[in-house]
């Protein structure tokens, strides 16, 4: 709700001094306006509305939308009384409005776009939906085993792009921009914007914004979603199929941040992928065999 009342204080600050807009023009300063204060641009469908004068009707005890005054165009006028009314949602608008929330894309996908390491290869896999990864530098039994997997079956999987870091560095400098005023102390941030882009230093950025953290979540996740929308079109695969069961609520980590269960689980997935000659290729350390042979002993 409280997205929906920012967007409703805008919609009347961008109309004050006027009185009268022109609807694909209100449109604009809104975004322009709702960028500014809160880092985020404005968006109808976040909460249910199809189109921007679904939102202007519903919001209509703050505005009067005319009659159309060209192809498609309508004027938007500020009604008496509306900066009085902003917070007074009325209830059966409240009732109505559909909670803000993004396309939630499986974790494993949303790494491989976000997660910017030089050396790490992923791929997705047509017919299962899997996501595989290896390090290019072969440092492991598993990470050869898996290249070679994908080299065998190029036709099956497709190589997902990592974003790369300067460009998710400069989201940063976007989101600082867009915010203005409403972040007090800039020069703080400093440090941060001519370091190198990790995944860490996304953490860190965030912890410093404090309470617009979780804006700059939503500034991001915009980007990372475009992204993979765009791949999906791109590559011919179902965006629906990048994305976690309607029901599951996880939000994002950093691949650095999974438990030791997760780990666990994606191991599994792993070794029931693999065929016996895969199987066959992979060597332990002595020291792990050992581990686990008395940890588990024959009964």
């Known amino acids: 709700m409280t997205d929906f009342v920012e967007a409703r204080a805008a919609l009347v600050a961008v109309l004050k001094p006027t009185g009268t807009l022109l609807g694909t023009r209100l449109k604009q300063l809104l975004s322009d306006q709702l960028s500014k204060q809160t880092g985020r641009r404005f968006d109808q469908r976040v909460w249910g509305f199809t189109r921007f004068i679904d939102f202007l009707r519903a919001n209509g005890d703050l505005v009067e939308v005319e009659d159309k005054v060209g192809p498609g165009d309508r004027k938007v006028s500020l009604r008496a009384n509306a900066e009085e009314r902003v917070t007074l949602v009325p209830p059966e608008l409240a009732a109505k409005l559909t909670p803000f929330s993004h396309p939630k894309i499986r974790n494993d996908v949303w790494q491989a776009f976000a997660n910017p390491d030089p050396n790490r290869k992923r791929f997705f896999n047509r017919e299962s939906g899997q996501v595989v990864h290896f390090d290019t530098s072969m440092a492991t039994a598993i990470d050869r085993v898996i290249s070679d997997r994908v080299e065998r079956q190029l036709t099956e999987f497709i190589e997902i792009p990592p974003i790369p870091a300067d460009e998710q560095q400069n989201w940063f400098r976007e989101f600082l921009a867009a915010a203005g005023n409403a972040i007090p102390e800039p020069n703080r941030f400093s440090a941060l914007l001519d370091s190198e882009y990790t995944s860490a230093l996304n953490a860190d950025f965030t912890s410093l914004l404090g309470q617009h953290s979780e804006s700059w979540r939503r500034f ?51 070794i029931d992928s693999l065929s016996e000659d895969e199987l066959d290729a992979i060597l332990l350390p002595a020291r792990v065999v050992l581990g686990l042979l008395s940890r588990h002993p024959k009964s």
Do not use: G, Q
């Open 220 to 270: 991001r996740a915009e980007h990372v979603i475009r992204r993979a929308e765009r791949w999906c079109d791109e590559v011919e695969v179902p965006f629906s199929s990048i994305l976690l069961p309607p029901t599951h609520t996880s939000p994002h980590r950093d691949e650095d941040r999974y438990t030791l269960a997760d780990r666990k689980r994606r191991f599994h997935i792993l």
